[in-house]
């Protein structure tokens, strides 16, 4: 059982919550949804299951948590991507290559299977949000067409680069982008 190192209740719990989630990673990964038992994420979390069922109902909830957890890291990591970086062509440029970088690590069988609940509405929001307000300031600086609203171009670019995770290699992601990138008519650095 992870040991109390936070001195707080409520830091301990939220220790034994990363952990199943952390453990649930890991089975997804080594052996996708279908392999996460309530009895094996108890083992590989290093708890008993009678302090599993505490935290979570059941397998199904604990995947949405974890799912909530990596579409939250996700959106963080692109904002992070883009911020601090003046020049709202390259902050396009960064976003896009993130998103598809993310996109293409994601568990298929995870995305697919997790993706079309409710519980990724929020998350898929905000991606959508920072595309077009990016795509805004792109195209008010010359960078991309102005012809067809941000938000339409956003959503052509969410759903050009989903396709990511069936590409084979690095180098077919990169080219998807500069496809993407052409679809925009981008005017800036090189891709």
């Given at each position: 059982?992870?040991?109390?190192?936070?001195?707080?209740i409520?830091?301990h719990?939220?220790?034994?919550?990363?952990?199943?989630?952390?453990?649930?990673?890991?089975?997804?990964?080594?052996?996708?949804?279908?392999?996460v038992?309530?009895?094996?994420?108890?083992?590989?979390?290093?708890?008993?299951?009678?302090?599993?069922?505490?935290?979570?109902?059941?397998?199904?909830?604990v995947?949405?948590?974890?799912?909530?957890?990596?579409?939250?890291?996700?959106?963080?990591?692109?904002?992070?991507?883009?911020?601090?970086?003046p020049?709202?062509?390259?902050?396009?440029?960064r976003?896009?290559?993130?998103?598809?970088?993310?996109?293409?690590?994601?568990?298929?069988?995870?995305?697919?299977a997790?993706?079309?609940?409710?519980?990724?509405q929020?998350?898929?929001?905000?991606?959508?949000?920072?595309?077009t307000?990016?795509i805004d300031?792109?195209?008010?600086?010359?960078?991309?067409?102005?012809?067809?609203?941000?938000?339409?171009?956003a959503?052509?670019?969410?759903?050009?680069?989903?396709?990511?995770?069936?590409?084979?290699?690095?180098?077919?992601?990169?080219?998807?982008?500069?496809?993407?990138l052409?679809?925009?008519?981008?005017?800036?650095?090189?891709?």
């Amino acid at each position: 059982m992870p040991r109390v190192r936070t001195g707080t209740i409520a830091g301990h719990r939220r220790e034994v919550r990363d952990a199943i989630l952390d453990a649930s990673a890991r089975m997804v990964g080594a052996g996708g949804l279908h392999s996460v038992t309530m009895a094996g994420l108890a083992q590989e979390a290093g708890i008993g299951r009678a302090t599993l069922y505490k935290y979570f109902a059941g397998v199904d909830e604990v995947l949405v948590a974890w799912h909530e957890r990596l579409l939250e890291e996700h959106v963080r990591a692109l904002r992070a991507e883009v911020e601090g970086q003046p020049d709202p062509a390259e902050q396009l440029v960064r976003g896009l290559r993130a998103y598809t970088e993310l996109t293409a690590h994601e568990p298929s069988e995870a995305a697919g299977a997790l993706h079309g609940r409710g519980h990724a509405q929020g998350s898929a929001d905000e991606v959508e949000s920072l595309f077009t307000d990016l795509i805004d300031a792109a195209a008010r600086h010359g960078a991309v067409r102005d012809d067809v609203a941000p938000r339409e171009l956003a959503v052509f670019c969410i759903g050009a680069l989903g396709g990511a995770r069936h590409l084979p290699s690095k180098a077919a992601a990169r080219r998807l982008v500069a496809t993407v990138l052409e679809g925009l008519r981008f005017e800036g650095s090189a891709i």
